[in-house]
């Protein structure tokens, strides 16, 4: 007996579980071959939105970012704006999209306040870079090595790209903890595990999930009014608090509000899709031992290895935009003011770009996936997500080779974010 | 076909110094420049094509 086929109007993409449980990749092939431009109505406090699930429509919408904007926000379909005033003062704010951090923001200003900070993120950066974050990582594996066994996710993957990231922005190594815990409860909103300001019982519901993420952010945020107030005294070289301080768009210095909601972003977007992009890829490479077998042999193919594992794992879920005029997309009338969300591990699953789509190749060539978005908000840290893969898995294998996932990883329950919560992995320790 | 590269746009990726070393160089700030002024050969059209779609800024402009 076949399971009952399931068609593109049963399927909701709102729903965290079928990420959680990892459905989604079959959700997604059954709308990009059946409706790849495909209506999901409303809930019962979310907007109804598009999902696009084809590589080149989202080519298409991340080439217009005046006709799809970000600034009514980027991740999921939003509140239906009659329920906006019933929700509580959090639930609003969430909804008004970030007020100017540069993820939310559209052109012209978009690219202004990124230049402030882009000279720190260039391949030249980056590669100047390396020898520090070679040293952090093995730090890091320092502090696994006798062990023989670890949850991968808490005790490797999340300490390099938080350690990068807090270095950039002078963050105190006694408080990498902190923005790692609030990085989880904006990020990770959804998830009850995260959801520890809420009374057990009410966990789990749209409402908590609300109000963790609104807690993050507000934490977060007097976080670095605190350091900012240090760096007006004592501004410091290669700082990026210190940098947005002085800097400048259109004659006018930023506001402070403006620089909170940048460190904000810094910080949770530096640390939370490189770390599932790490865990992710030790765990699809453990899924194919004669692939990491090569890899461990023949170092040279870890760049295609890295692409190969940002495509497999395509850290964000989705990036959501707004339409602001109508557009007609594979014969379907997107209307002003509709949300669409671009389903990122679909368009790196498009048989029409990827021979063989479903096979995971440490080879493959060309490999053009978007796990990184392209255009105007391509994602700004790729070059450093990039580097901390290579050196990572580098040195991971350099000194653990029989490493092994030994349980079931926990995965997030998220819409957005492709997350590994723990993984437990054991290894021939160092003696 | 013309190229131009909007330089406010780029952010030093290369990939399109990658894909066609003929037209694109990066300089000394990391900036894409354009090596061909004024008309592409006609050989030189796809690769162009290339470099487009690969550019993640997508910060190179082709003029027909």
Redesign the interface.
């Known amino acids: 007996m076949t399971a009952p086929a399931i068609e593109p109007s049963d399927i909701n993409l709102n729903n965290p579980e079928h990420f959680q449980r990892e459905e989604f990749h079959e959700l997604l092939r059954i709308l990009r071959h059946r409706d790849p431009v495909h209506w999901n109505p409303p809930g019962e406090v979310s907007n109804g939105f598009w999902s696009i699930t084809k590589y080149e429509d989202i080519l298409f919408i991340s080439r217009r970012p005046e006709i799809f904007i970000s600034s009514k926000g980027i991740a999921g379909p939003g509140i239906k704006p009659e329920k906006l005033a019933e929700l509580d003062f959090a639930a609003q704010q969430q909804n008004a999209g970030g007020n100017a951090s540069i993820i939310t923001m559209d052109p012209p200003r978009h690219v202004k306040m990124r230049r402030l900070v882009n000279k720190g993120f260039t391949p030249r950066a980056v590669n100047a870079m390396e020898p520090e974050i070679r040293r952090v990582t093995n730090e890091i594996l320092d502090r696994i090595a006798h062990k023989g066994e670890c949850d991968f996710v808490l005790e490797v993957a999340s300490q390099l790209p938080l350690a990068v990231i807090c270095g950039m922005m002078g963050v105190e190594q006694k408080d990498w903890p902190l923005m790692f815990e609030l990085t989880n409860k904006v990020l990770g909103s959804g998830d009850p595990e995260y959801q520890t300001d809420i009374p057990e019982e009410e966990r789990g519901t749209g409402q908590a999930a609300r109000l963790t993420a609104m807690k993050g952010l507000q934490t977060m945020l007097e976080y670095f009014r605190g350091v900012l107030e240090d760096r007006r005294q004592n501004p410091r070289e290669n700082d990026l608090p210190t940098i947005l301080l002085e800097a400048e768009v259109d004659g006018e210095k930023l506001t402070e509000g403006d620089i909170l909601q940048f460190c904000f972003l810094l910080i949770v977007a530096g640390n939370e899709t490189t770390r599932n992009a790490i865990s992710g890829g030790l765990q699809v490479l453990c899924q194919h031992p004669d692939q990491k077998r090569a890899l461990i042999e023949d170092p040279s193919l870890m760049d295609t290895a890295i692409e190969e594992i940002l495509r497999w794992t395509s850290p964000l879920h989705h990036m959501a935009r707004t339409a602001t005029e109508d557009v007609e997309l594979r014969g379907k009338q997107i209307r002003a003011g509709d949300r669409v969300l671009m389903w990122y591990p679909s368009a790196n699953r498009d048989e029409d770009v990827f021979p063989d789509p479903y096979r995971f190749d440490i080879r493959r060539t060309p490999n053009d996936h978007l796990a990184f978005g392209i255009g105007e908000h391509f994602c700004l840290g790729a070059g450093f997500a990039r580097k901390e893969l290579k050196v990572m898995f580098e040195e991971l294998f350099r000194r653990f080779p029989d490493i092994e996932v030994v349980g079931p990883p926990e995965r997030l329950r998220s819409t957005f974010i492709n997350g590994i919560k723990h993984m437990p992995v054991q290894f021939t320790p160092e003696r | 076909m013309k190229v131009r590269v909007k330089a ?2 780029c ?4 990939k399109c110094e990658k894909a066609a070393p003929e037209i694109f160089k990066l300089g000394d700030d ?1 900036i894409s420049i354009v090596l061909i002024e004024g008309d592409l050969p006609k050989e030189l059209e796809e690769k162009a094509e290339r470099a487009y ?2 550019c ?3 910060a190179i402009e082709l003029i027909p």
């Open positions: 406010e746009m952010e030093g990726h290369g990391d779609r690969l993640p800024r997508q």
